[in-house]
């Protein structure tokens, strides 16, 4: 079994938790794969060091030490892929980890194929403008907004071409179910199961008595359109780390990709009950 170990050094025990897994899982007979940059604070032997690109091509497993970002965003690298995804939570929430730091038997679990694989869908979202289509891939959400600015924006938003509504808002995040419990909960939206597939619309701040989150099929198209008379300068975030400015004639596209996010998950680990830990503040 190859693992590839993809530390976030910004969190505060990543240090830690890394050379206990990695030593960890090297004992359990493992073979650990990290990038050459790493070597120096890492000098673990047995490690074999290379670049990320030839580290996720040769991997079998992604471990993720860190928060929901850097667990997020190595699962979106491995989906490309096929690979699996594992979390170790070094962060505060955690909430798409599996291994918190004083679960580290679970490694054993790993090293002997004892855990379930969890698909997460995945939303595919295209800009469609002068220059042609760009494509892009969110496991959290898309967001629709004037970006830093507190300006409302104006867009229609469309099914199957057919108009939805019309939405003067902050903002408009479109979410899976993996990212129900980020922005969109923030934003008045449901926790929807991960396990489901579906697409949610949920309006930032809307101007409006009446305008609530809206959940559509994963065989639904949606588009947004800005109104011409809106006059406010409109972006697209995708999981908080890419950014594109739109322009006003371009329209975004957004639909259930083809490809999926591969998780590990052990079966002491329900979503329900991390929901109640995490998000509630509840514990029995």
């Known amino acids: 079994m190859r693992i590839f ?16 897994a990695a030593h960890q899982l090297l004992r359990l007979g493992a073979q650990i794969l990290m990038e050459e940059k790493f070597r120096p604070l890492f000098p673990i032997a047995g490690v074999r060091y290379g670049d990320f690109d030839g580290s996720l091509r040769a991997c079998d497993i992604i471990l993720a030490i860190g928060g929901d970002g850097t667990i997020l965003h190595s699962a979106k690298h491995g989906m490309l892929l096929d690979k699996l ?4 939570n070094a962060g505060r929430l955690g909430f798409l980890a599996q291994i918190e730091a004083d679960e580290f038997e679970k490694l054993k679990l790993l090293v002997d194929g004892n855990y379930q694989i969890e698909q997460r869908m995945v939303l595919e979202v295209s800009v469609q403008s002068k220059e042609g289509r760009r494509t892009f891939y969110a496991l959290n959400d898309a967001i629709v907004s004037n970006g830093t600015q507190a300006k409302m924006i104006d867009v229609d938003v469309k099914c199957q071409d057919k108009l939805v509504s019309g939405y003067r808002a902050d ?7 993996t990212g129900s419990t980020a922005y969109s909960l923030s934003a008045g939206g449901p926790v929807v199961d991960p396990k489901l597939s579906c697409i949610l619309l949920t309006p930032i ?12 099929a994963d065989d639904k198209v949606l588009s947004i359109h800005q109104n011409p008379y809106g006059g406010t300068k409109v972006r ?3 999981d908080g780390d890419t950014e594109v ?7 975004v596209t957004v639909k259930k990709a083809a490809r999926a996010a591969k998780f590990i998950s052990f079966s002491d ?13 509840r514990t029995r």
Do not use: W
Not at 245 to 251: A, N, R, T, Y
Not at 269 to 281: A, H, P, T, V
């Open 85 to 88: 995804t594992l979390g170790i």
């Open 171 to 177: 903002g408009l995040i479109l979410a899976t179910p």
């Open 5 to 20: 170990i993809i530390p976030n050094l910004e969190k505060a025990h990543t240090t830690e938790l890394t050379n206990r």
């Open 269 to 281: 680990k329900n979503f329900y009950e991390i929901l109640s830990q995490k998000i509630m503040g």
């Open 245 to 251: 400015s739109l322009e006003p004639d371009d329209v």
């Open 236 to 238: 697209l975030s995708i």
């Open 205 to 216: 701040c809307p101007h409006s008595l009446f305008s609530r989150s809206i959940t559509f």
